[in-house]
């Protein structure tokens, strides 16, 4: 238990204030259950993709983290970073 300070000003001019119980998880522990609960595994997504809302692939869909340019660039960026040090490598 924790107590904060609000923004918010009460009745008697003072700053209100408030006890609230904090909690904490490992997010590694936490990442390993969501990934692994059966019942999320349609969910999931692992890699980006382009979503069209028509055939030709005219009018893009951004609805989900993995539909967005961020993802797409950074899987894109980092599949060719550890291509190239891999290629480093077994030239050694």
Request: no cysteine.
């Amino acid at each position: 238990m924790i107590d904060v300070e609000g923004d918010l000003v009460g009745e008697d001019g003072a700053v209100k204030r408030e006890t609230v119980e904090l909690w904490r998880r490992d997010p590694v522990e936490y990442m390993e259950e969501l990934i692994g609960n059966p019942a999320l595994r349609d969910m999931m997504a692992y890699v980006p993709e382009h979503a069209y809302t028509d055939a030709k692939g005219e009018s893009r869909i951004y609805d989900e983290m993995w539909t967005g340019d961020w993802w797409w660039e950074t899987q894109v960026s980092t599949y060719h970073r550890f291509r190239r040090m891999r290629m480093r490598l077994m030239r050694r």
